[in-house]
């Protein structure tokens, strides 16, 4: 069993002006948004023993806050092909990875992350006690901050993308903490 687990970078500020759109930051509602996530793993003790990430300013401090809450048990390998990577540039990506680890987490940006939760999970494929359907969900809006997990019964990632996965979660800011969204520019 291979779960890889999708965490889309924070809410970024746009007031703050910035020369390429690589280096723009969290606002203050990502950074919050960003710790409640690391809080939800450390309560759920979900551990990953391979982080997969672009180096994005966005998912530096993303990942930098998701630490005040919760100890990442490894550093992140940094990838700048995730940098608003496709869905296709990331399922290149998720074959590639060491078969040594079974679970991964990819902090990345949308619409690649929504776009790769849509292509590997069929509809209908939810874990079972998903209501209303998690996949839906995704459909509808990945929004910062968010988290989303899938698992596929191989041995390796090579065959991870050929397979049809289950999305046994789907996290969201605002459903720890309904002050954190949503809005329209999430």
Known sequence: ???LTLLRHAKSGWD????????????????????????????????????????????????DCLASNYTLAVSP????????????????????LPDSANNVLLVGHNP????????????GA???????????AVEIKFPTASLAELQVDCATWAEFPALPATLSRFVRPRDLDPSLGPDESD
Do not use: C
């Open 16 to 63: 703050d002006p910035v020369a390429r759109d690589f280096d723009r930051a969290l606002n203050a509602r990502g950074k919050r948004g960003a710790a409640q996530i690391g809080q939800y793993l450390a309560d759920h003790g979900l551990v990953y023993d391979y982080i997969l990430a672009s180096p994005a300013v966005r998912v530096t401090q993303t990942l």
């Open 1 to 3: 069993m291979k779960t």
């Open 126 to 136: 939810d874990a079972q006690d998903a209501q209303p359907s998690l996949r839906d």
């Open 112 to 123: 690649g992350l929504e776009d790769l939760v849509l292509m590997l999970v069929p509809v």
């Open 77 to 96: 390998e940094w990838e700048r092909r995730i940098y608003l990577a496709s869905a296709a540039t990331l399922l290149e990506l998720v074959a590639a």
